[in-house]
């Protein structure tokens, strides 16, 4: 059961790199992923240790086909648009994440005082996925050239989604509001060049 369970907490995140930005990777509603038999992606590159960068997913990545509208599908689907520069691709998951999920997530961060520990981390999938689409369309943002909308979305993750995570396959989870406030500190400097 475990081993099962490890298998499934492994699934479904993967990192992008998106043109001349930095990549995160996108995390995985394990619940959501409990429901298909997934394979496991290839391994990415593992992520400067200083930094929360990663390499880009592979092109196959693990999707629910039985639920093609759970968080863990929308978030993917909004990953892989960002890395094929589809912005309103990514937006669209985006937002469908957002009208399914977000209530759900504002309740999960609602019952947090701290970050959850690895092992529990999984239990907060909605948190977790709306978190990481919220940084991704900061992301998004800035590569359309946008920067205070780009800062208004890494804000609102650090204001409302402060203890999301992100699974990256390599084995470890970050956090999208860290990786938003590194944004936020380098859109700053770059708006006051």
């Not at 968080?71 to 993917?76: G, K, P």
């Not at 650090?158 to 203890?163: E, L, T």
Request: charged share 20%.
């Amino acid at each position: 059961m475990i081993l099962i369970k490890s298998s499934i907490l492994i699934l479904a995140c993967w990192s992008v790199l998106a043109a001349g930005t930095k990549g995160e990777a996108a995390t995985t509603n394990t619940n959501e992923a409990a429901k298909t038999n997934s394979t496991v992606p290839a391994p990415a590159t593992p992520p400067p240790a200083a930094t929360n960068e990663a390499s880009a997913p592979s092109t196959n990545a693990p999707m629910d086909p039985a639920n093609p509208s759970s968080s863990a599908s929308l978030t993917s689907e909004a990953w892989q648009a960002l890395e094929k520069k589809d912005y309103a691709t990514a937006k669209a998951r985006i937002e469908k994440c957002r009208q399914l999920y977000e209530a759900k997530a504002v309740e999960m961060q609602a019952g947090l005082t701290s970050l959850p520990a690895p092992d529990k981390a999984h239990s907060y999938w909605a948190l977790n996925d709306v978190g990481t689409c919220v940084f991704i369309l900061g992301k998004v943002a800035e590569a359309e050239g946008k920067p205070k909308e780009a800062f208004r979305y890494y804000q609102e993750v650090v204001d409302r989604f402060s203890w999301s995570q992100c699974w990256d396959k390599q084995g470890w989870f970050w956090q999208p509001a860290v990786a938003a406030k590194e944004r936020l500190a380098a859109l700053t400097l770059e708006t006051a060049e």
